[in-house]
C-alpha cells in the first residue's frame, strides 16, 4: 500500500516535492477488473511459450534458444512467463491506467504529446491516427524511462506521481527480466560470438526510446465499426526492437502468417506476448522477422468492453547505427543486406516514423505520393500497406 504521504523522488518530475497524496493511495482507488474472454470460437494462432525460469539452469538459454528459433524468424510473436513479478503488482498497472484515462480530458490535455516534434512521451488523444480516423477511439499515455536524459522533462498528473516509484520498478523490471533475457537468446539463435552483443545496445541507463504505455481502446457502435472497416486496414509493425503486452482477455490482436492469413492472439494467463519489430529486424537485415499485426474488432460478445493495454517498447539506444550484424554465422548464410540507402541511426528512424504515425495530415499526404500503398520512411526503407 502507498503511504499517506508520499516523498516524489523521481527523474521525471519538474521538481521534487513533499504533497499529500493519500487520495490516491489504492485503498482508495477502485481496482480494474478485466472483462470477461469470448465464447466465440475463433482461428487462433499457435505461439510458443517461452518459461524465462528455465534461462538460468543449466542448458536452459539454449533450451529456450532452440524453442525461438522458428519463432523468431518465420513469426515474430511468442509468449513468455515467469517473468519476476507478480500478479498484484500487474493488477495495480491496470487500475492506474484505468483511473488515468478516467480523468477528465482538461486535466489529460496538460500532458498532451508534442505531435509536430513527433514526441509521443504523454497522452495522446483518439483522434490522432490515421488508420482509425474513423471515430478514432484509441487513447494512449506514454512514460519514458526514468533517467538522467528524461529528467524534468516530463509532467506527470497527481495520480501517477504518487506511484512513479512503483511505476519505475514496474519498468525497470521488464527490461532487466524480459528484454535483457531475450536479447541474449536472440544472440544465441544467430550463433553471434558475443552472448551479449544486442543487451549493450540496450542498456536501460544509455539514451533511448524505450517507454512503458497505458492504452485504451474505447468501444465503438456497430455503424462506426463498419465505417472503420472493423479494423481490418490497421495492419502494421512497431517501430523498436520487442513490444511486451500484458495479458488482458478482450480479443482483436491479429498477426499476419506467411500463408497471407490472419489468426487471433489470445489471452494466455500469466503471461506477456511478445512481438519483434523493425529496429531487430534492420540489424539483422530483416531476418529476424519484424511481425505485421493489427487490432479489429471484438467478437460480437466483447465489443461493449473497453480493451486496456500495458506495453513497454524496448529500442536499441538512439546512436545506434541500423547495419546488419557482421559476425553472425547465420546472417552471413542468408546473405542479409542493409535495408536503407545509407547509414541511419535509431534517433533518425524513430523520428521518421513517429512523424508519420503521430501526424495524420502529413501521413495521408505522404502516403498519396506513391500510390502504389507504400511510403518511404526513411532513406530508401517503404511501409506498406497490407491486406484486409
Known amino acids: 500500500m502507498a503511504t499517506s504521504t508520499t516523498t516524489v523522488k523521481t527523474a521525471n518530475l519538474q521538481s521534487t516535492a513533499e504533497k499529500d497524496f493519500s487520495q490516491y493511495d489504492f485503498a482508495n482507488l477502485e481496482p480494474y477488473v478485466h472483462p470477461p474472454e469470448t465464447k466465440a470460437d475463433l482461428p487462433w494462432s499457435e505461439l510458443v511459450t517461452l518459461d524465462l525460469e528455465d534461462f538460468d539452469r543449466p542448458g536452459g538459454k539454449e533450451r529456450l534458444a532452440k524453442q525461438l528459433e522458428h519463432a523468431v524468424h518465420h513469426v515474430g ?24 484515462f478516467e480523468l477528465p480530458v482538461s486535466e ?4 498532451e504529446v508534442n505531435y509536430g516534434a513527433a514526441d509521443y512521451n504523454g497522452w495522446r488523444r483518439p483522434g490522432r491516427s490515421l488508420a482509425a480516423k474513423a471515430a478514432d477511439n484509441i487513447e494512449i499515455y506514454n512514460i519514458p524511462k526514468f533517467t538522467d536524459d528524461f529528467k524534468g522533462k516530463y509532467d506527470q498528473p497527481d ?15 521488464l527490461h532487466s527480466n524480459v528484454v535483457l533475457p531475450l536479447l541474449r537468446l536472440f544472440a544465441i539463435v544467430l550463433q553471434l560470438p558475443d552472448e551479449e552483443y544486442l543487451v549493450k545496445q540496450h542498456s536501460y541507463e544509455k539514451k533511448s526510446e524505450d517507454h512503458f504505455r497505458y492504452m485504451i481502446y474505447h468501444p465503438r457502435t ?18 523498436g526492437t520487442v513490444t511486451l503486452l500484458f495479458r488482458q482477455p478482450v480479443a482483436g490482436l491479429q498477426i499476419l502468417g506467411d500463408d497471407g492469413n490472419w489468426t487471433w492472439v489470445s489471452a494466455q494467463p500469466g503471461t506477456i506476448t511478445v512481438n519483434l ?6 540489424l539483422t537485415g530483416g531476418w529476424l522477422k519484424s511481425s505485421v ?9 466483447q465489443r461493449q468492453y473497453e480493451r486496456t493495454g500495458l506495453l513497454y517498447f524496448a529500442r536499441p539506444h538512439n546512436d545506434t547505427k541500423l547495419l546488419p550484424i557482421t559476425d ?12 536503407f540507402d545509407k547509414i541511419v541511426t535509431v534517433e533518425q528512424w524513430v523520428k521518421a516514423k513517429q512523424t508519420l504515425q503521430l501526424n495524420p495530415d502529413i501521413a495521408a499526404k505522404r502516403w498519396a505520393e506513391r500510390g502504389d500503398g507504400k511510403v518511404e520512411v526513411l532513406a530508401g526503407f517503404h511501409d506498406q500497406r497490407y491486406k484486409e
Open 293 to 301: 499485426h493489427r487490432v479489429v474488432a471484438p467478437p460480437e460478445d
Open 222 to 239: 456497430e455503424e462506426q465499426w463498419k465505417e472503420s472497416k472493423y479494423g481490418t486496414t490497421g495492419g502494421h509493425t512497431d517501430l
Open 277 to 282: 519489430a523493425d529496429t531487430i529486424s534492420h
Open 108 to 111: 489529460k490535455e496538460k500532458f
Open 159 to 173: 495520480l501517477l506521481k504518487a506511484h512513479l516509484p512503483e511505476i519505475e520498478v514496474f519498468q525497470r523490471a
Open 77 to 100: 510473436f511468442f509468449y513468455v512467463k515467469n517473468y519476476g513479478l507478480t500478479q498484484e503488482q500487474v493488477d495495480r498497472q491496470f487500475t492506474l491506467a484505468k483511473h488515468f
Open 328 to 339: 553472425s554465422p547465420v546472417l552471413e548464410e542468408a546473405g542479409v543486406r542493409p535495408r
